[in-house]
């Protein structure tokens, strides 16, 4: 399985149907394509997720699942 499909599995239960295009979006930050993702992306790649996905879910939840996409590192 790609890195990319192993974060989309981690997100989907916190991010349901817009998890695809939510990823995508932060990957732009990082000026990486989904099938080119690295382990060593991942951290940049947690940390804009918790970044955008506080305001939809609350700190908590963005944090928890910060911590679940860097241990895919």
Known sequence: MALYDEVMVVA??????????FLKRQLK???VEPAA????????LAKWIEVSSKMLMGEAKAKELKEKVLKLS
Do not use: E, M, R, S
Request: aromatic content about 4%.
């Open 12 to 21: 989907k239960p916190y991010l349901g149907i817009a998890t695809d295009q």
């Open 29 to 31: 930050h990082i000026n």
């Open 37 to 44: 993702l690295q382990k060593g992306q991942v951290g940049d």
